[in-house]
């Protein structure tokens, strides 16, 4: 990954990436091949972590503009301020957690931006459960190295 996409990802969600991981982004480079679950995309990287610029009260994108939009937003969400509740809940248990990969099914790999040498955490989407995935990101790059070569 370039600079400049790292750069347009902290400017889109408003953070600073700890060093380690900004290292591991340039050091693999555009593919993740070798990594499979490392997300390299600029792009993948700001919708994964798109709860760093939620506004919980903000509805617009949700209600729409015309009549069947609106109609639609009261058969799916019924009360806007429990849709708000719902999405402030949603932002302050994400806070602090950028994801960083995925197994693209049920785990998602994340770090806490608050940690100067992130460890890598699991987050199982069906329970909810987060666990120590690794204790640095390299020890996590490793492992996922040697998994997706004893895998092919």
């Not at 903000?58 to 069947?68: I, M």
Request: aromatic share 10%.
């Amino acid at each position: 990954m370039r600079e400049a996409d790292i750069q347009r990802v902290e400017s889109a969600l408003s953070v600073s990436l700890p060093e380690p991981y900004r290292r591991t982004l340039t050091d693999l480079g555009p593919s993740n091949l070798e990594v499979p679950e490392l997300v390299t995309s600029a792009d993948q990287l700001i919708e994964f972590n798109s709860h760093f610029a939620l506004i919980p009260e903000d509805l617009s994108v949700l209600r729409g503009t015309g009549f069947l939009s609106r109609i639609r937003f009261f058969l799916f969400f019924k009360s806007p301020s429990r849709l708000i509740q719902q999405r402030s809940r949603y932002k302050q248990e994400r806070a602090g957690r950028f994801i960083i990969g995925t197994d693209l099914g049920e785990e998602q790999y994340f770090i806490r931006l608050s940690e100067a040498d992130p460890k890598v955490y699991c987050h199982q989407l069906e329970t909810g459960a987060v666990t120590e995935a690794a204790s640095s990101l390299t020890a996590w790059v490793s492992k996922a190295r040697s998994a997706a070569t004893s895998f092919a």
